[in-house]
């Protein structure tokens, strides 16, 4: 049902000059889905990363998220997602409360739901003992806790999530994904990038992108079927790098 998609893309492009970054994308992303985007460096993942969280404008096509079109809704997209980079958007000179209050009134949230929010976010990760601490006195695993709960704090019907396990141990991973289960289960939709593709299988459907295309999209037992693979990793390998398959 139309109602249950968050994310619905026709035929996108985006071109800088000659270049052509997207080349008629089209996928639809539901309600409480965990949706695994691919595609080794260049394939034009980020580009159109930037399209659906309202910070780049289509040339051509239709792309929805969130009920707001980007081509000329962005700012109505922004305040109804969440994002999350590799780099964890947090200010390493800030104490974690300081962040919290900060990113509350960036998404225009009254202070009297800051407050309170704050203090639900300090009790559910056991931050209490850090509230005060300076952010980049913490370490990267628990960093990256909190940045994604700071992502979800205006309560977005979605939440970007741009290769954000990057340079973690395999047990903050796991942690991390039962995070992003969590969140996926309230209805929350998780639009997720990563460079491991044992997380790719975690994901309920990955689209995976080669040369500005999107070449395969599905479920990862799916795909593994269909590409007589093990593991989504030799998916990857066959449909983003031919060339590293060994005859």
């Known amino acids: ?3 249950d998609k968050v994310i619905i893309v026709r035929n996108l492009v985006k071109k800088f000059g ?35 969280s309202g910070l780049s404008r289509p040339t051509s096509g239709e792309v929805m998220v969130a009920g707001y079109d980007a081509g000329k ?10 994002y999350m980079s590799q780099k964890f958007s947090l200010y390493e000179d800030l104490t974690v409360k300081e962040n ?28 209490r003992d850090y509230a005060n601490r300076i952010i980049s006195d913490l370490p990267l695993g628990l960093r990256q806790k ?16 741009d290769e954000p396990t990057g340079g973690v141990d395999p047990i903050t991973r796991r942690q991390f994904w039962e995070m ?40 990862p037992e799916n795909l593994k079927q269909k590409y007589k693979a093990s593991t989504v990793e030799e998916v990857f390998i066959k449909i983003a790098r031919p060339d590293r398959i060994q005859s």
Do not use: W
């Not at 695994?36 to 980020?46: D, E, I, S, V």
């Not at 809704?73 to 969440?82: A, D, Q, T, V, Y």
């Not at 998780?190 to 080669?210: G, K, L, P, Q």
């Open 180 to 219: 992003i289960y969590e969140t996926a289960a309230g209805g929350i939709t998780v639009f997720v990038t990563t460079h491991y593709m044992d997380e790719a299988e975690y994901c309920d459907r990955i689209s995976i992108m080669n040369d500005g295309k999107i070449v395969a999209l599905d479920t």
């Open 73 to 82: 809704e962005p700012e109505m997209i922004k305040r109804n997602i969440g």
């Open 18 to 52: 000659s270049f052509v970054a997207n080349d008629n994308l089209s996928f639809d992303v539901n309600r409480g889905e965990i949706f695994g985007f691919l595609g080794a460096n260049g394939a034009g993942k980020t580009t159109a990363i930037r399209i659906l």
């Open 100 to 127: 919290i209050m900060l990113y509350g009134g960036i998404y225009g949230m009254k202070l009297a739901i800051i407050k309170q929010r704050t203090e639900e976010l300090l009790e559910r990760l056991n931050f």
């Open 1 to 3: 049902m139309m109602e």
């Open 146 to 161: 909190l940045a994604f709960s700071v992502a979800l704090l205006h309560e977005p019907r979605i939440v970007f999530l």
